[in-house]
């Protein structure tokens, strides 16, 4: 079975501060994972994914998350937050299913 | 503009009534997914078709229905029959249905039961 967990539905940051978004999986199998962003009463957009290989996944808006097996993790950061990066933000897993399992969600608020 | 087409935005529906949500996409995707996304719940499955004249049921079918006439097309249909109808749908597309395929969501539909 699959599932993800998001911690901290939602997370803070001042306007130039360090975004730290965290996500753990639990996979029975290897797994693909995903990163999207909401904004307000819109779908939702890719932000990056990983497949398979470099651990280190660059995505759109200057956003990066890490592979860790050892931690079953998948972490999105971006070292300088930006007002438009106020958003809701979510973690998916797939893995030998025709479906993507979603976290819950973290709202993302930036303090100017 | 290729993407994912959800009409209407907005929709208000009176209890016992069935009320058919849109969702058209020009990607050429052969699968095609309906989530349901309440507050603090993230998104649930509702269903999901990998080709046309062919759709399986999620996590949450129960008191819904779809079709998958065309490729292009895939309704949804909420019925009186869904309990707790109020939420935010989303359709979504993939290329295919394989585990590393991503998922191009549409705008949403916004569902109130009044």
């Known amino acids: 079975a699959q599932s993800v967990t998001q911690l901290g539905s939602h997370v803070s940051v001042s306007e130039g501060a360090l975004v730290l978004l965290r996500c753990n999986y639990s996979s029975s199998v290897p797994p693909y994972l995903f990163w999207y962003v909401q904004y307000p009463n819109q779908g939702l957009q890719l932000l990056l994914k990983y497949t398979t290989g470099a651990t280190l996944v660059k995505g759109i808006n200057g956003f990066e998350a890490e592979f860790k097996k050892s931690e079953t993790s998948f972490h999105l950061t971006k070292p300088s937050a930006h007002m438009s990066d106020a958003a809701e933000y979510f973690c998916?897993?797939?893995?030998?299913?025709?479906?993507?399992?979603f976290g819950t969600g973290t709202r993302l608020t930036v303090i100017p | 503009d290729g993407g994912i087409t959800q009409s209407p935005k907005y929709l208000f529906r009176k209890e016992g009534q069935n009320v058919t949500l849109s969702c058209e996409q020009n990607l050429n995707h052969d699968a095609m997914y309906w989530y349901r996304q309440d507050p603090g719940q993230g998104l649930r499955l509702i269903y999901y078709s990998q080709i046309v004249n062919d759709f399986q049921k999620g996590d949450i079918a129960e008191g819904y229905s779809v079709s998958r006439e065309k490729k292009e097309s895939f309704p949804l249909t909420v019925t009186s029959a869904q309990k707790n109808p109020t939420a935010f749908y989303l359709c979504a597309s993939s290329i295919g249905w394989g585990d590393s395929t991503e998922a191009f969501f549409g705008q949403g539909t916004r569902l109130t039961v009044v």
């Open positions: 998916a897993v797939s893995a030998g299913a025709n479906n993507l399992f």
